[in-house]
């Protein structure tokens, strides 16, 4: 009779924690974890680390829940370390399994081993472990599990030596349900009633965790409940209000200055599922004011360090219930509506054409992933994100390489929906591997690289702040559609804006993997 190993025990945990679908790029290490892959088991390869990453972290922000990542060792891990720190950022549930060199050999400082892996990944996890002993190995995925899935969620990261998989174990295999949200404290919400009742001007500041935790419904209700004007947060990684709502009134810059002033024309302000707040850039304004915060987070740590403000713990969407509970539909006048800017002529291929033909375009139920720093003001402008499930991603960190990846990843977790990413030509070069991909697992993704020749973000952001001289912001001569038909996906190089829309259309139409190369006009908009 075959003795039952800590690998078969480990793959019964999995497929009870639904955990059957694993992104990974292999070393000898994982070999013992991979060795007569099960057949219900998928296994996503991506040709580098931080792709694999990028992947698993938009497939899990797509699906809302936790998903596995096989690591090599402490090279591979390496590799990964920039998306995993967007993916602490974005607060996804991954788990990564790292192999480690055989026990055995770890005392010698062997080719391949990891010194003080559980320390390497820290402190961009919740959690990290390498278990004592080979038949601990369940019990910490299952742990890892509940760590990585309880909120605030966010990466955990368990080192596995390679010997552990084949020892025989007779310890049960418990698997429990994933630890759920938890409501706010019944007389923080009174506190935040008797304010709402006395304001005349509210505003709500929506940030990532709200679309997250599939609040975008009741947080609209809630809005509307209340006629407040609704605002996001800077750096968003999710849209979590939908950007044509009469109420939906724009969105925050990472600068104190901007914040204060977008914000002082309203008398109470209830940030929702985001810090309060992230700021990338400081002006120095001494006369920067807030309105009275309240702060809906499930956060401990974005509570404790807020500057100013009522914290309140909970989970985003338990939260915004517990008020729609309680308050009533105000008689106070709603906010004017957001005045979005004309529509660009068309006379030049500018990153604004795009977004504004691309709206055109784009299918009801798409999901657009994004890395394009120094469009992005363009993208607010003239391609509204108006699904209430995940509509839109991108990353809370400023770490480049999520927009390709993403895009694949985002576009396996959801086969039914039409899946696009808008990427900059210096983000993609973070994570053009994934193009391979998306050729082998011939997901109908369209990625538009949008090409300026430059890391236009830096020089522009390097400009305002009085930098001069600053190299390494050119770039230019990359053939991407050439790359893409290397690595096994469709592409199709526009020039000209005649071409813009023939070109995405067919492309949109497209059910192979295909990448749209767009040489778009420089610009000098600020980011800020």
Not at 157 to 177: G, K, L, N, Y
Request: hydrophobic share 40%.
């Amino acid at each position: 009779m075959n003795k039952r190993t800590v690998l078969d025990a480990s793959r019964e945990l999995l497929r009870e924690l639904g955990l059957t679908t694993v992104f990974g790029n292999p070393g000898t290490t994982e070999v013992p974890f991979l060795t007569d892959w099960p057949d219900d088991f998928d296994y996503v390869l991506g040709l580098q680390e931080s792709a694999v990453v990028a992947m698993a972290d938009a497939y899990a922000q797509a699906t809302r829940r936790a998903v596995l990542v096989n690591l090599h060792s402490a090279g591979g891990v390496g590799h990964g370390l920039g998306s995993l720190y967007t993916a602490y950022r974005n607060r996804t549930p991954l788990i990564v399994v790292a192999g480690q060199q055989n026990r055995a050999l770890l005392p010698h400082d062997p080719f391949l081993g990891a010194m003080d892996a559980t320390e390497f990944p820290k402190p961009y996890v919740k959690w990290s472990i390498e278990p004592a002993t080979a038949e601990d190995v369940p019990a910490a995925l299952s742990r890892a599990y509940h760590v990585a899935t309880q909120a605030p969620s966010g990466p955990v990261f368990v080192s596995v030596p390679a010997d552990d998989w084949t020892v025989t174990t007779e310890r049960p295999v418990i698997s429990r349900p994933r630890i759920r949200g938890f409501a706010p404290d019944p007389e923080a919400i009174d506190e935040l009633v008797a304010a709402l009742d006395k304001s005349e001007r509210p505003a709500i500041v929506v940030g990532g965790a709200v679309d997250q935790d599939g609040a975008v419904v009741e947080t609209v209700a809630l809005a509307e409940r209340l006629n407040a004007a609704v605002w996001v947060a800077p750096m968003s990684f999710r849209c979590s209000f939908p950007e044509d709502h009469p109420l939906f009134q724009g969105f925050l810059d990472p600068e104190r200055g901007a914040v204060s002033d977008r914000l002082a024309q309203h008398d109470l302000v209830v940030v929702l599922g985001a810090p309060a707040f992230t700021y990338h850039v400081d002006r120095g304004r001494d006369d920067a004011r807030m309105p009275p915060l309240f702060i809906i987070s499930d956060d401990e740590q974005n509570l404790a360090r807020a500057f100013e403000g009522t914290g309140i713990r909970a989970t985003p969407k338990l939260g915004v219930r517990a008020l729609l509970n309680v308050v009533d539909q105000s008689s106070r006048p709603a906010p004017a509506p957001l005045q979005r800017p004309a529509k660009p002529s068309g006379d030049k291929l500018t990153a604004d054409f795009v977004y504004s033909t691309l709206a055109d375009l784009l299918p009801g139920n798409a999901i657009v992933v994004e890395e394009a720093p120094s469009h992005r003001g363009f993208l607010h402008d003239h391609l509204p994100i108006t699904q209430t499930d995940t509509g839109f991603l991108t990353i809370a960190s400023g770490a480049l390489g999520y927009g390709v990846p993403g895009t694949v990843g985002a576009a396996l977790a959801c086969p039914d929906r039409k899946v696009i990413g808008v990427i900059g030509d210096g983000s993609s070069m973070y994570g053009i591997q994934a193009l391979w991909t998306a050729a082998r697992q011939d997901v109908p993704v369209t990625i538009l690289i949008l090409d300026n020749s430059e890391y236009a973000a830096v020089r522009i952001l390097g400009d305002a702040i009085g930098g001069e001289k600053i190299p390494g912001t050119q770039l230019g001569g990359i053939d991407f559609a050439a790359l893409a038909a290397s690595m096994g996906c469709q592409s199709v190089t526009i020039t000209e804006p005649s071409g813009l829309a023939p070109g995405l259309t067919a492309a949109l139409d497209e059910k192979r993997p295909t990448l749209v190369h767009i040489r778009v006009a420089a610009s000098d908009r600020t980011i800020y």
